[in-house]
């Protein structure tokens, strides 16, 4: 009897406080500074040294690119650029080794889908993550 009083106790003590859940697809959460999300990719800035994919822990990011056409041009041209995120654990490796900041993280975090081919991304689509994306400031 002692058990059920202090439950009903807890129960009406916590009535009045302030509600801490939110009313989702509505009203969006707000997501910390450092929230690793969802990567946005630009594609102008990358130089493909393959430093992201090398570094990828689940080998879910695949990078290839051309020579320039113009053969006294040294850079590489970008050709694909995929991220797999059926596997990809948002470990923020592929930004912080980057050393033209063409990869950033967003706050974007909806990924859902039905179909597991939904989650394969192409440059394209990760150009167009625009969704809250915050720059990386490395000193």
């Known amino acids: 009897m002692l058990g059920i009083v202090k439950g009903l106790g807890f129960t ?10 939110y009313s989702y697809p509505d009203q969006p959460v707000e997501m910390p500074d450092r929230f690793r999300g969802i990567q946005h990719f630009y594609p102008e800035k990358c ?3 393959n430093q992201c994919a090398a570094i990828c822990p689940t080998d879910c990011i695949q990078l290839t690119g051309k020579p320039h ?40 975090f909806e990924l859902s889908s039905y179909s597991r081919d939904d989650l394969f991304k192409d440059l394209q689509w990760l150009h167009e993550n625009t969704d809250s994306t915050r720059e990386v400031n490395k000193p």
């Open 69 to 108: 056409p113009d053969p006294n041009n040294k850079k590489k041209i970008i050709d694909t650029y995929d991220i797999n995120f059926e596997i990809c654990i948002l470990c923020d490796l592929c930004t912080e080794v980057c050393p033209t900041e063409a990869i950033v993280m967003s706050n974007n």
């Open 12 to 21: 009406l003590k916590n009535l009045a406080k302030k509600k801490v859940t």
């Open 47 to 49: 130089i493909v040294c």
